[in-house]
């Protein structure tokens, strides 16, 4: 039996070495004294089939020694048994094949969750290629759905703010915004003003941060119905709108992804305890506006910002470095664009030019192929 002895540990010693290499190569550094059993909670799922494999070709090893281990003992046993005494004899098959046991089954991965998709909380109040109203927060704004609007695809969104005094209405036509590059690509939302005005100026009826929760709750309400881009939401606006567009800049960067102005009334509270978040800022300005000029001035008893120090602030909000680029557009303008920013800052200076929203060059086709660069 020595013989077979050293056999079985000669056996042991390679099945040891197999399921040692399996291991390795499983990427599983095993316990030194761990059996089979406890290695399984270590082995990845795609080995353990390869180990079992191993270990049944491993008990087919041993138990083809065994056979041939008892049959020699057997031999030896019968021709013992022939010599000894009436009453005495030897045993046969005295050695049982020992047997590994296998591997069980890993446990099964959950599988990862998937992110739901959105879905609609309620039928879409407005068609494709029209204009509506819906009412939210106590509060209403007309919106206009693109007449490609998928709601397999997220779209962006565009906000709009009126003038002081002007109409959403009046202000959603002569802004031409759905008959440009904007509303082709964008939902566009103009929420409606209290008192014909804005916060952040001194015409405002609404207090601070007024203005700004309605904002939210409205994109909010529009995401209800339509499938939009929260990475992609944009605002421009006209005059004391487009202060509130600087408004939007300040204190809503997380929401907002850029914002342009179009002649905007940059009273002082515009650009107060702003959120320190790179956005995308561009200004679109008249060099002769009598009513917010270029370079500052001061109406109703407040200090109306300079077009450049506005520049300026979000160039160092969005980390621009030195030197500035300029271009003309058209016949009447120039681009004016900070250099190696995080997030582009940009003013259009048009020559000669008034309190205005401008048609050539086109505010709402250079505002998009501007703000439709930058994502958050």
Known sequence: MGTFIV?????????????????????????????????SSQIPGQVTGQVNTAIDNANRTVSD????ANAEWNKFVDMANQSLPSGSSLPRN??????????????????????????????????????????AAGRSYLIWVPRNYNPANPSPVMVGYSAYQDST?????????????????????????????????????TGPGQ??????????????YYNIDRRRIYATGMSTGGGMAAVSACHMADLFAG?????????????????????????????NDTLTPYY??????????????????YSARNGCGPGLDRAPVGNN????????CSKGVEVIQVHGSNHFWWYSPSAADEMWAFLSRHSK
């Open 7 to 39: 056999a079985c540990v000669k056996i042991v010693k390679t099945i040891a070495g197999g399921l040692a290499a399996l291991l390795v190569a499983g990427g599983v550094a095993a316990p030194a004294q761990a059996g089979a059993q406890d290695l």
């Open 211 to 224: 203005d700004i929760a309605f904002v939210r709750a409205m994109i909010n309400d529009v995401q209800r």
């Open 259 to 287: 914002v342009a102005g179009v002649s905007g009334a940059y009273y002082a509270p515009v650009n107060q305890g702003c959120q320190n978040l790179p956005i995308a800022f561009m200004a679109l300005h008249g060099m």
């Open 296 to 313: 500052g001035t001061t109406r109703r008893g407040v200090r109306v910002m300079p077009v450049p120090e506005l520049f300026t602030s």
């Open 94 to 135: 005295p050695v049982q094949a020992p047997q590994i046991p296998r591997l069980p089954a890993p446990a099964p991965v959950p599988a990862p969750a998937v992110p739901r998709s959105w879905a609609p909380q309620a039928p879409a109040p407005v068609a494709n290629g029209t204009n509506g109203e819906i009412r």
């Open 65 to 68: 020694a065994t056979k041939q």
């Open 333 to 340: 303008a120039t681009r004016v664009s900070a250099r190696g």
């Open 169 to 205: 209405e009046n202000f959603r036509n002569y802004s031409r915004l759905r008959e440009s590059s904007v509303g082709r690509n964008a939902i566009i939302v103009y929420p409606r003003a209290i008192g014909a005005s804005w916060e952040g100026s001194p015409t405002a009826s």
